[in-house]
């Protein structure tokens, strides 16, 4: 019998780094460094404003004394809220990774929106009970500390507050999503909106 004859040859691969593509870990640190600079100017806020929780939400309670919420029971009147504001205040100011920070604040927002549906609210209100806690918020950033570090803070606050809003309602018809196939989507989408 004769030589083996290949039919073709695989000339090996060579790979060399590209000189334009930066490392993995310099990015990370990058985005990390960019995120401290970021939060910096007001990160002194974020013990102040959690430990300011329960005046946060005393304040809510003074001014959410009608309806709905004057007629559900005590134990489940602020509900998830309080939660639902530390996780924005976390998602703000903390240090932990964006995936913990963002997956926690909306995990806490749409279960607030579901205890809120089982309990009778109807969606406007839901509206009106953030814009409660935007009002009572911003009344203890001001106290806690002067402009500009006041106006940077209230402005991520803020932005925040209104994914939790949407978290809310999200949670709220999370039913009716599930059933029409659009939980997952719409949920991914809200979580690719906080730039925090």
Excluded at 115 to 143: M, N, P
Excluded at 180 to 192: C, D, P, Q, S
């Amino acid at each position: 019998m004769g030589a083996f004859i290949p039919l073709f040859m695989v000339a090996p691969v060579e790979h060399s780094p590209k000189p334009d593509v930066e490392p993995v870990v310099d990015v990370a640190r990058r985005i990390i460094s960019a995120r401290d600079a970021e939060v910096a100017p007001y990160a002194k806020l974020y013990p102040l404003l959690l430990a300011e929780m329960d005046e946060i939400m005393a304040a809510w309670d003074r001014s959410a004394d009608e309806l709905p919420w004057s007629r559900l029971e005590e134990a489940v009147r602020q509900n998830d809220l309080a939660s639902v504001i530390t996780r924005v205040i976390d998602c703000a100011m903390s240090s932990a990774s964006r995936e913990d920070r963002v997956t926690a604040l909306i995990n806490a927002a749409c279960s607030h929106g579901e205890s809120r549906r089982r309990h009778g609210v109807d969606v406007q209100s839901l509206f009106i009970e953030y814009d409660k806690i935007r009002t009572a918020t911003w009344l203890h950033v001001q106290a806690l500390a002067d402009a500009p570090t006041s106006f940077d803070a209230i402005f991520v606050i803020d932005g925040l507050l209104s994914i939790a809003t949407r978290g809310t309602v999200l949670g709220y018809h999370r039913k009716e999503m599930e059933a029409n196939g659009l939980w997952a989507k719409h949920r991914a989408e809200l979580e690719e909106s906080v730039r925090s």
